[in-house]
Nanobody, 112 residues
């Protein structure tokens, strides 16, 4: 089964930026829509951003204008550029492929 590996999480001050990466071992990547989810402590996992096979993005209202999702099918990768980070963005961020395959997550902590 294909695996997803996230990276790029860490500790950042409010107002700062981080770029999350997700790569896959899947033989075919381009046919799958890709998404980023997050789960904060004590909360349910929520959709942050998604991107279609054709590269069309969609964002949760809470991150629209601050986050940017992108993909490179040749590199079998998807990224989440996060700017103007807020403490409420603190969560484990998960990459999802095709709605069914999940990565193990990467922790983002926004704190001064």
């Amino acid at each position: 089964q294909a695996q997803l590996v996230e990276s790029g999480g860490g500790l950042v001050q409010p107002g700062g930026s981080l770029r999350l990466s997700c790569t896959t071992s899947a033989i075919i990547f381009s046919i799958h829509p890709m998404s980023w989810f997050r789960q904060a402590p004590g909360k349910q996992r929520e959709l942050v951003a998604s991107i279609t096979t054709g590269g069309n993005p969609d964002y949760a209202e809470s991150v629209a204008g601050r986050f940017t999702i992108s993909r490179d099918n040749a590199k079998k990768s998807v990224w989440l550029q996060m700017n103007k980070l807020k403490p409420e963005d603190t969560a484990v961020y998960y990459c999802n492929m095709g709605g069914t395959i999940w990565g193990k997550g990467t922790l983002v902590t926004v704190s001064s």
